[in-house]
T-cell receptor, first 116, second 113 residues
Framework: NAGVMQNPRHLVRRRGQEARLRCSPM?????VYWYRQLPEEGLKFMVY????????ESGMPKERFSAEFPKEGPSILRIQQVVRGDSAAYFC??????????????FGQGTRLTVV | AQTVTQSQPEMSVQEAETVTLSCTYD???????LFWYKQPPSRQMILVIR??????QNATENRFSVNFQKAAKSFSLKISDSQLGDAAMYFC??????????FGTGTRLQVTL
């Protein structure tokens, strides 16, 4: 049973380019979360998605950032017109659907984005 | 809003000794979970231990145990018989019914011979 798969592991983009980060959740998981970790900091929540729905995007910057989790295929975090301040590690986590209660999230290995 | 505070940026422990990492939190929810994650240089987030708020008994996982003080909103991690492989960043985290995790700023643990 494969874990949460993120790709690429490392991504280098020039300022102004677009970055696309992919996340395939664990089998059977229908909830996906994206977190950002700046150097020497903890992880900060960005967005929470279910299939074809954004549930909570309160941590997403208002501009240039978007996320989707289509019916088929991986979840995508897209950053348009990247700037140096976007350089960070981006983590995806997934959890199963629970009827009530709180589900444990399982993390991918992250994508390290470097903007040059 | 939920907050998690780790007041120890760095800690050091000798191999085979015991170390305690501190964490305090704040939440208005009555139903929540607390976690300790380990992040080695590989960056992988590894779940070390979890605690359900409704459980009074402190969670234990082999050499790892927690001291959960619900009234004080404190959730410390004790590592016994420390090993070189325990060296990493340790993050305390909290989740409630909104499902998203709120992390502390982390404690870097060094293990010395």
């Amino acid at each position: 049973n494969a874990g949460v798969m993120q790709n690429p592991r490392h991504l280098v983009r020039r300022r102004g380019q677009e970055a696309r980060l992919r996340c395939s959740p664990m089998k059977g998981h229908s909830h996906v979360y994206w977190y950002r970790q700046l150097p020497e900091e903890g992880l900060k929540f960005m967005v929470y998605l279910q299939k074809e729905n954004i549930i909570d995007e309160s941590g997403m910057p208002k501009e240039r950032f978007s996320a989707e989790f289509p019916k088929e295929g991986p979840s995508i975090l897209r950053i348009q017109q990247v700037v140096r301040g976007d350089s960070a590690a981006y983590f995806c986590a997934s959890s199963p659907l629970l009827q009530g209660g709180i589900a444990e999230a399982f993390f991918g290995q992250g994508t390290r984005l470097t903007v040059v | 809003a939920q907050t998690v505070t780790q007041s120890q940026p760095e800690m050091s422990v000798q191999e085979a000794e015991t170390v305690t990492l501190s964490c305090t939190y704040d939440t208005s929810e009555s139903d929540y979970y607390l976690f300790w994650y380990k992040q080695p240089p590989s960056r992988q987030m590894i779940l070390v231990i979890r605690q359900e708020a409704y459980k009074q008994q402190n969670a234990t996982e082999n050499r790892f145990s927690v001291n959960f003080q619900k009234a004080a909103k404190s959730f410390s991690l004790k590592i016994s018989d420390s090993q070189l492989g325990d060296a990493a960043m340790y993050f305390c985290a909290l989740t409630g019914t909104a499902s998203k995790l709120t992390f502390g700023t982390g404690t870097r643990l060094q293990v010395t011979l």
